[in-house]
């Protein structure tokens, strides 16, 4: 059983490919930085006068009581949900498309393969500015008949000015023979798995321990199957929400990407990934589960899956990560 979130994919120039996502602002690491003003509220409350006047024979009348108006026990509002965050943004235009799935499949073949049926051609919010949006496409390979999913462009711009790969690829479905030779499983959906996870994906989580707010990101390819219409998923950073990060499924496949930035992580701090599968009625259907080994799939968690982790700076391992141990 597969005990940890997919791992990024290792691809050539990893490095420019990064210092470019990151160069879009010239703070780099934090480009998602915005100042937070705090507002104090001030409740004021008003009183009355109350007047006496005399009776005929000179003798005070009492003042007549004040009068009282019942009041309710305050109660706090709820505060609102974080609104839904669709992650596809909007077809690409033929040329769009054709031009990514052509520089996929030229890099994952080898040799070369050859350009099959090109499908869910989407735009999709970049997790380093949501304002802005990369290319996705979904492209056969019909010299191995391997299905390839890709995000990004065909070519991009170091931080030196030189021309990398701008896009990340991975496999994702077609011939199952076929893909264990690159040591792939490729698993389908069944009753109690209408979205087969794959091993395309990736996590990143830039965490220092000081008072700036940190960037979590994460994405992965799902085959889906016709009960779904879309699938979302929501990080809870210390015990709070954040939006629903929705993907549509087109095509029978889910590009499902989402990130946090809500809060400057320490030592210890939980976070936790909740992922769900949607039928076009709404309704929760079976969540996805993990990935086995020699193929197959573990029993799925419910509606919902949860993904628990725990910040640490363990020597063991790079300074500072998200260790998830617990499903």
């Known amino acids: 059983m597969i005990k940890q979130l997919p791992a990024e ?5 990893k490095q420019d490919i990064l210092d470019h996502v990151l160069a879009d602002d ?9 100042p937070v003003a705090a507002a104090a ?18 003798e005070p009348v009492p003042a007549p009581a004040a009068r009282t108006t019942p009041t309710k026990p305050a109660t706090a509002k709820p505060k609102p949900k974080p609104t839904d965050v669709q992650v596809n943004a909007g077809p690409l235009s033929a040329a769009e498309a054709n031009a990514l799935a052509e520089a996929c499949v030229r890099q994952e073949g080898h040799p070369p393969g050859q350009v099959g049926q090109v499908s869910h051609a989407f735009k999709v919010r970049k997790w380093s500015d949501p304002r802005k949006t990369e290319n996705s496409v979904v492209v056969l390979d019909k010299s191995k008949r391997l299905i390839y999913g890709c995000v990004g462009f065909p070519t991009a711009k170091s931080v ?8 990340e690829a991975g496999l994702i479905g077609g011939d199952p023979v076929e893909a264990r030779k690159t040591k792939t ?22 965490v220092e321990f000081d008072k700036l707010r940190d960037k979590l990101a994460t994405e992965a ?20 929400p954040g939006p ?12 499902l ?5 809500s809060t400057a992580l320490q030592r210890g701090d939980e976070v936790r990934i909740e992922t769900q599968v949607l039928a076009a009625d709404g309704k929760l259907l079976d969540a996805p589960a993990d990935q086995m080994g020699g193929g197959g799939l573990t029993p799925s968690p419910g509606t919902t899956r949860v993904d628990i982790g725990h910040v640490t700076d363990d020597p063991k391992y790079p300074p500072i990560r998200i260790d998830f141990k617990n499903r």
Do not use: C
Request: glycine share 10%.
């Open 26 to 34: 010239t703070r780099h690491r934090r480009p998602w930085l915005v």
């Open 185 to 206: 499983v490729i698993n389908p959906t069944d009753a109690t798995h209408p979205a087969a996870p794959t091993d395309s994906g990736s996590s990143r989580y830039f």
């Open 257 to 261: 990407r989402s990130w946090d930035e």
């Open 160 to 167: 030196t000015g030189e021309t990398v790969q701008g896009f």
């Open 221 to 240: 390819w799902y085959r889906v199957d016709e009960r779904v219409a879309k699938m979302r998923q929501r990080f809870v950073v210390k015990g709070k």
């Open 9 to 13: 994919r290792p691809l050539p120039r």
């Open 41 to 58: 509220s001030v409740a004021v409350v008003a009183g009355g006068l109350v007047f006496a006047t005399s009776g005929p024979e000179g």
């Open 244 to 255: 629903w990060f929705v993907g549509d499924a087109v095509d029978g496949y889910v590009f």
